[in-house]
């Protein structure tokens, strides 16, 4: 997503590596959750061929909230009154997302190819929930 807080042309990132969920942030590379046996512990992975209900919301305040079939992922999410012992990348920077579009697909650094299937796709101001 095109992230006006990180400066032109930069992007938040929303993938996957090592397996689960995970945030990068362009600038800084800081991933949410750190990549630490806890980190990749505190996440979850995309299930393979399942329909999966993903969620998340991006806070003006700079906090981000996850969910992966209605369930909370703790170690995707931040902000106020969320305790995260894997997020010290991420909480290391100042930088409030504002993103100013979306893209979906999948990009394999690895060279893989990958089949991912969209729908019912929302952007809202508030949670919808699966």
Not at 35 to 56: D, H, V
Not at 73 to 86: D, M
């Amino acid at each position: 997503m095109p992230d006006s807080a990180q400066g032109a042309k930069k992007h938040l990132r929303i993938g996957g590596q090592s397996k689960i969920l995970m945030y990068n942030r362009e600038t800084d590379d800081a991933t949410l959750p750190d990549l630490s046996p806890q980190g990749i512990a505190a996440s979850k992975p995309l299930p393979t061929n399942a329909w999966t209900c993903f969620e998340y919301h991006l806070g003006t305040d700079g906090s981000v909230e996850t969910w992966l079939n209605n369930a909370t992922v703790p170690g995707l999410t931040v902000g106020k009154g969320a305790t995260n012992p894997n997020a010290g990348q991420w909480t290391r920077s100042s930088v409030k997302p504002k993103i100013t579009g979306a893209y979906f697909g999948w990009e394999s650094y690895g060279g893989d190819t990958n089949t991912m299937w969209y729908d019912d796709i929302v952007v809202s101001g508030s949670r919808i929930g699966c």
